[in-house]
């Protein structure tokens, strides 16, 4: 397919992290504009995502792949320039997406807070023409991560009592609506009582402030002593026992991130008296080939089609490092629901 002829500048602006850790370690640089290689697509960025993980990154609990490193995981934006390698242009899964330069993509990046990307065909898909680019740069990262987890990491069914950790979060709202479409009895754990009210609008059939009142002893309660079947743990270090106390016997724990610090080492040893299983997932490693990322993208663009799933969005801050910075600050301090964007460019 051709490629347009388009003068691009010489650098383009991106915040990065000049180091590991506060707020104070994020700029807004200049870079060099990213040449795409053969089999990778040119995108302007629109929006991206702010999520746990870009924290993790700047704190340093995450190795950074280089200093200065460009943040961001997820965005949306338009195709400038499409692949050149034959290979990939009669590859049929590179066919059957339909790219065309001025198309609606979505991927997630590692590197989205830069006002040009490139990233492999395998990873950026079209987006459809009812969804907007803000919506998918909001609904990339969390609804792939919550889809895949709910299929792979624990294939929770019909009847299963599932626990969802900061059910208000940008991926608890969506684990919430996704477990109750399989027909699963969610439960949410929330922080405060107007949390808790968007949970239950968003799927949860039961919610506990656990401010107000003993998670562990509610969940019994719901569940009749025999605890849940399965688990979704974003929040990491202090729910982390809990969990041990509010799974039952052949449950699995779905431990997904440390929003309030790093889980402990323990010894396998732990998982004995219940015959437990843990998994620890990354949704890259669920997302490797393209027909994987055709088939979950599917999924979440159905979903959000249908008004199965709606997202949503808490709050929009600049393309600065200043609002990059108020942005982690906001989500870290526990007191957002849904997800944060980073309104990279105008639309």
């Given at each position: 397919m051709a490629t347009t002829s388009k003068q691009y500048p010489q650098t383009v602006k991106a915040v990065q992290y000049t180091g590991t850790g506060g707020p104070e370690v994020i700029k807004l640089n200049e870079v060099s504009f990213p040449e795409a290689k053969p089999d990778e697509v040119l995108i302007?960025?629109?929006?991206?995502?702010?999520?746990?993980?870009?924290?993790?990154?700047?704190?340093?609990?995450y190795q950074l792949p280089a200093v200065p490193w460009t943040a961001g995981q997820d965005s949306a934006g338009i195709v400038e320039k499409l692949p050149t390698d034959p290979n990939v242009l009669n590859d049929p899964e590179y066919k059957a997406r339909k790219y065309e330069v001025g198309q609606k993509v979505a991927c997630i990046a590692g590197t989205a807070y830069?006002?040009?990307?490139?990233r492999p065909w395998t990873k950026v898909m079209p987006i459809p023409a009812s969804i907007?680019?803000?919506t998918a740069a909001a609904a990339s990262l969390q609804g792939l991560t919550a889809i895949t987890f709910v299929e792979e990491a624990y294939n929770a069914q019909s009847g299963d009592?599932?626990?969802?950790?900061?059910?208000?979060?940008?991926?608890?709202?969506?684990?919430?609506?996704i477990l109750k479409s399989?027909?699963?009895?969610?439960?949410?754990?929330?922080?405060?009582d107007e949390k808790a009210a968007l949970a239950k609008e968003n799927g949860a059939e039961f919610v506990i402030n656990y401010k107000n009142e003993d998670l562990i002893k509610r969940v019994g309660e719901i569940t009749n002593g025999q605890g849940v079947h399965g688990i979704y743990d974003g929040v990491g270090k202090t729910t982390w026992e809990g969990n041990f106390e509010m799974i039952r016997r052949k449950g699995t724990i779905v431990s997904i991130g440390n929003a309030s610090g790093v889980v402990p080492p323990f010894s396998p040893l732990k998982l004995g008296p219940k015959n437990l299983k843990l998994v620890r997932p990354v949704v890259g490693n669920y997302l490797e080939t393209a027909a994987e990322v055709t088939h979950y993208y599917t999924e979440l663009w159905q979903a959000i089609q249908s008004g199965?799933?709606?997202?949503h969005v808490y709050k929009e801050y600049p393309f600065t490092a200043e609002g990059v910075g108020a942005a982690q600050t906001d989500q870290a301090s526990g007191k957002t629901t849904g997800k944060l964007l980073i309104k990279v460019a105008n639309q």
């Open positions: 302007r960025v629109e929006w991206a995502g702010v999520n746990f993980i870009d924290t993790y990154f700047r704190q340093g609990i830069a006002e040009y990307i490139t907007d680019t803000r009592y599932v626990l969802v950790h900061a059910a208000a979060g940008g991926l608890g709202l969506i684990l919430c609506q399989r027909g699963a009895h969610v439960i949410g754990s929330v922080s405060t199965a799933l709606k997202i």
